[in-house]
Nanobody
């Protein structure tokens, strides 16, 4: 059974930084995609950043230049470094992974999901 566990969320003032981590219980072989999604009350879930097994990445326009996604395969851990945080980044953040189905470097089907970690940015 594949489990994803996020950590690193919290409260921060605008302009601050946080690093989210997502530890995955198994190691995926080549062909995977992993990503971070977020959802705030009253809004649909949106993709924030995605990465595939070759290291190619994609970012939502709203976070380009501020957020960075990476994977440490030795630790089976996915990261999201978030800098220059804004109040509009406030949301529940979820990590997801797919062993083989990707669209634009995001996991696209048969996804495994974490339980979410809250990020709150105050002005």
């Amino acid at each position: 059974q594949v489990e994803l566990v996020e950590s690193g969320g919290g409260s921060v003032q605008a302009g601050g930084s946080l690093r989210l981590s997502c530890t995955i219980s198994v190691q995926f072989t080549a062909g995977y995609c992993m990503g971070w999604f977020r959802q705030s009350p009253g809004k649909e879930r949106e993709g924030v950043a995605g990465i595939d097994s070759s290291g190619e990445t994609s970012y939502a326009d709203s976070v380009k230049g501020r957020f960075s996604i990476s994977v440490d395969n030795a630790k089976n851990t996915l990261y999201l470094q978030m800098n220059s945080l804004r109040p509009e980044d406030t949301a529940m953040y979820y990590c997801a992974a797919s062993k083989r189905y990707c669209i634009n470097h995001y996991p696209a089907r048969d996804n495994y999901w974490g339980q979410g970690t809250q990020v709150t940015v105050s002005s």
